[in-house]
C-alpha cells in the first residue's frame, strides 16, 4: 500500500482523488485545501474517507511541515493547489512531491493555460504530471497525455476533457511510483526553452475587431463562460460574444472593422481585420454573462471598442513612461560649476 499526502482545490482535484480513492494500492493519508477559501467538496471527501483535513494558512511553516510529517506519506500530490511549495516541504515524502499540470510542459508553463492553448489556435492540448521544484512547472516529466481540440471546442469543453485527462494521468503515475516503473524525462529535453504564459487579467477580453477573423473567433471560444467572455461596445453599452462561428471561403477585403455586414437565421455577419466573422450567440454584462441570446441587428451596426480600457491603458503607460524619465535624470551625474 503505498500512503498520499493530497494537495488540492476544485473539480481538477476532486475527480483525481475519487480516482486515487477507488484505486488498489493507493491510500490517502491527508487532505490539504486552499486557506482562503476550503473546498466544501474536499472536505467532505476527507470526512468520508477518515483522513484529516486542512486548510493552512502557510503550507510551508514549519509546524505544519510537523504536522503532515507525522501521516509519513509515501509521496504527496499537488492537483490545482495555489500554494509555492518550498525545499522542505518537496523532500519530505520519499517517492517525493509531484504535480499535475494542465499544459504540455515545457510549453504552457504557468497560468490559464487552457485558454492561452485556445488563443493559439493549438489543434491539441496536453497534461504533464511532474515532480515539483522550487521554481515553477520546470520538473522531470513523469507521464504526459495530450487531448485533440476541435474547431468546434470552447473553454468549457476544453475544461471538461484536461479535468478528465488530469485525473487519469495522475492515476497512472502514481501506479507506476507504486510499482518503482517510473522513467522520468527532463523538459530541456523536449526543449531547451519552452515558455511561461502568463496569467490572463482584466483588460484581456476586449475584442479588438481589427484583429484577424482568426484571432477573434479564438478570442471568443478561448474565455467563453465559465470565462467571463469576449467583450464589446454596442450603442455605449457593454455586451458579450459568446459563440461565433467561421464562415468557409470568406474572402479577405477592406471595409470598416466592427460593423455588422450581414444576417441570417442564425445570427449576424461581422467585418473584421481580414475576412468576417458569423456571431451567433451574445449575452449582456452585469458583473457576470446573463440573457445569453441570438443577435438582431440591422446591416451597418457597429461594434466599438471600450474607449475607457484604452484610455487607462494609454495614462497607465504615460505614468510609467514619466517615472522612467525621472529614473535616468536622477542617475544623470551634476554638472560642472
Known amino acids: 500500500m503505498m500512503t498520499i499526502g493530497y494537495f488540492g482545490d476544485g473539480r481538477w482535484a476532486q475527480r483525481a482523488l475519487d480516482n486515487i480513492h477507488e484505486a488498489h494500492g493507493l491510500e490517502v493519508a491527508f487532505v490539504v485545501a486552499r486557506h482562503d477559501a476550503p473546498d466544501q467538496v474536499l472536505r467532505d471527501r476527507a470526512q468520508a474517507m477518515d483522513v484529516p483535513f486542512y486548510a493552512p494558512e502557510n503550507v510551508n511553516a ?17 492537483m490545482s493547489y495555489n500554494q509555492i511549495f518550498r525545499a522542505d516541504a518537496i523532500e519530505l515524502a520519499p517517492k517525493g512531491f509531484i504535480n499535475c499540470h494542465a499544459g504540455a510542459l515545457p510549453f504552457y508553463r504557468g497560468r490559464n493555460v487552457l485558454n492561452w492553448a485556445l488563443l493559439n489556435g493549438e489543434d491539441r492540448f496536453g497534461v504533464t504530471v511532474h515532480y515539483v521544484e522550487e521554481s515553477i512547472d520546470t520538473g522531470d516529466i513523469i ?30 503515475a502514481l501506479r507506476d511510483l507504486r510499482q518503482a516503473n517510473v522513467t522520468t524525462t527532463s523538459q530541456e529535453s523536449i526543449h531547451p526553452v519552452g515558455f511561461y504564459s502568463s496569467r490572463r487579467r482584466e483588460g484581456d477580453e476586449w475584442i479588438d475587431w481589427s484583429w484577424s477573423t482568426e484571432r477573434i473567433y479564438n478570442l471568443v471560444r478561448a474565455i467563453a463562460p465559465p470565462g ?18 467561421l464562415i468557409p471561403q470568406a474572402p479577405e477585403y477592406i471595409d470598416r472593422p466592427g460593423t455588422v455586414v450581414g444576417t441570417d437565421s442564425e445570427g ?20 457576470e454573462v446573463v440573457n445569453p441570446r441570438t443577435p438582431r441587428l440591422r446591416i451597418g451596426t457597429v461594434f466599438g471598442q471600450n474607449v475607457q480600457h484604452e484610455l487607462n491603458r494609454l495614462s497607465n503607460l504615460v505614468g510609467h513612461l514619466e517615472k522612467r524619465i525621472d529614473e535616468l535624470e536622477n542617475r544623470r551625474p551634476p554638472e560642472d560649476v
Open 228 to 245: 467571463p467572455g469576449a467583450r464589446t461596445v454596442l450603442n455605449g453599452g457593454s455586451i458579450v460574444v459568446t459563440k461565433a462561428e
Open 62 to 78: 514549519p509546524s505544519f511541515l510537523e504536522k503532515i510529517d507525522s501521516h509519513a506519506p509515501d509521496v504527496n500530490v499537488s
Open 143 to 172: 507521464t504526459q497525455r495530450f487531448g485533440v481540440v476541435t474547431p468546434e471546442d470552447d473553454y468549457q469543453s476544453i475544461l471538461d476533457k484536461a479535468v478528465a485527462l488530469c485525473a487519469e494521468a495522475l492515476l497512472d
Open 268 to 287: 449576424i455577419i461581422m467585418k473584421t481585420g481580414d475576412t468576417t466573422l458569423k456571431v451567433t450567440e451574445i449575452a449582456d454584462w452585469d458583473g
